[in-house]
C-alpha cells in the first residue's frame, strides 16, 4: 500500500484562482521523489498542503490509509525542512537540536538518544558541542534539518532552497539530501526544486508540473528517453 496518496487534489486560493487541480499521485514509504517544474506552477503550493500548512480545496491526502485533509501539521508525521531557518545563536549544536524535544517533555535519555543519532545521520558528531558561529554554512543547514529529524518523522518535505542562493550552497544542499536519504533508507523524502539537472540527479522519480496539474511522472530514465509530451520533453532538455 503507498504511504502517501493523493486523489483528485485541488487547490484554489481565495475561492478563486484554480492553482492546481486533478493532481493523482501515490508515494511508496522509502521513495525520494522530485516535484519539478517551472517558477508558478504550484510545486510549494502542493508540498505545503501535503504538510497541512495549506487547505486542500478538493480531493483527498492519504497517509499510510487515513485521510489527512483536516489533520494539523503536527500530526501528520511529517517534517517540513526549513533548511534557511535561523539557528539560536547563543545554544550549541546539541541545544539547537534538543530545543523542540525539550519543549516536547521529552526525557533527557530520550533527547539524547535522538539528538546523537540525527548527529550521526548528518555527520555531526564532532561538533555537538560547538555553537552556529563555529560552523561553515553547510554545517549549519545540517544542522537545520537535525532539527527535524530529532522528530523522526516517516516523510520529510523540502521546498527548493531559495533561487538566490549561491550556487555552491545549492550543490552542498543536493549532495547533503542525498547522503541524508542513504543513511535513512526507510524515510520518505519529497523534494522541490525548478532546476531539472537538480531533479534528474536526485530523485528515484520526479513528478513534472505544468498546467495546474501532473505532466509526468517517472523515473529520470522514464522522463530523458520517453517523455510523455512536449512539454515535458522540452522542459527536461532545457539547461537550467
Ligand atoms: P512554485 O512553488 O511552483 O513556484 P507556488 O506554489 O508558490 O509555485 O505558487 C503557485 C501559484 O499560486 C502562483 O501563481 C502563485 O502566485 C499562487 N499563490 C501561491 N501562494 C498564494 C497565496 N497565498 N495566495 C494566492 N495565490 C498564491
Ligand atoms: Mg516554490
New binding site residues.
Given amino acids: 500500500m503507498a504511504q502517501l496518496k493523493l486523489r483528485d487534489v485541488e487547490k484554489t486560493?481565495?475561492g478563486l484562482?484554480n492553482?492546481l487541480r486533478h493532481i493523482d499521485l501515490e508515494i511508496e514509504a522509502g521513495e525520494l521523489i522530485v516535484f519539478v517544474?517551472p517558477?508558478?506552477?504550484?510545486?510549494?503550493?502542493?508540498l505545503r498542503m501535503i504538510a497541512g500548512l495549506e487547505k486542500i480545496s478538493g480531493g483527498t491526502l492519504e497517509i499510510d490509509g487515513q485521510v489527512m485533509n483536516d489533520v494539523p501539521p503536527a500530526q501528520r508525521g511529517i517534517a517540513m525542512v526549513f533548511q534557511s531557518y535561523a539557528l539560536y545563536p547563543h545554544m550549541t549544536v546539541r541545544e539547537n537540536m534538543a530545543f523542540a524535544l525539550k519543549i516536547a517533555k521529552k526525557s533527557k535519555a530520550e533527547i539524547n538518544a535522538a539528538v546523537e543519532e540525527a548527529a550521526r545521520a548528518l555527520q555531526l558528531e564532532p561538533y555537538l558541542d560547538r555553537l552556529p558561529k563555529a560552523l561553515s554554512g553547510g554545517q549549519r543547514q545540517r544542522v537545520a534539518i537535525g532539527r527535524s529529524i530529532v522528530r523522526d518523522p516517516k516523510i520529510y518535505l523540502f521546498d527548493e532552497p531559495l533561487s538566490n542562493l549561491d550556487a555552491a550552497l545549492r550543490v552542498a544542499t543536493r549532495i547533503e539530501i542525498a547522503q541524508l536519504k542513504e543513511r535513512m533508507p526507510d524515510r520518505t523524502m519529497i523534494y522541490?526544486t525548478?532546476d531539472q539537472v537538480e531533479a534528474m540527479t536526485l530523485a528515484s522519480r520526479i513528478v513534472v508540473?505544468a498546467n495546474k496539474g501532473i505532466a509526468q511522472v517517472g523515473t529520470p530514465l522514464d522522463l530523458y528517453e520517453r517523455p510523455e509530451n512536449e512539454l515535458v520533453a522540452q522542459f527536461i532538455g532545457s539547461p537550467a
Fill in positions: 486560493y481565495g484562482v492553482v517544474g517558477s508558478g506552477c504550484g510545486k510549494s503550493t502542493l522541490v525548478h508540473l
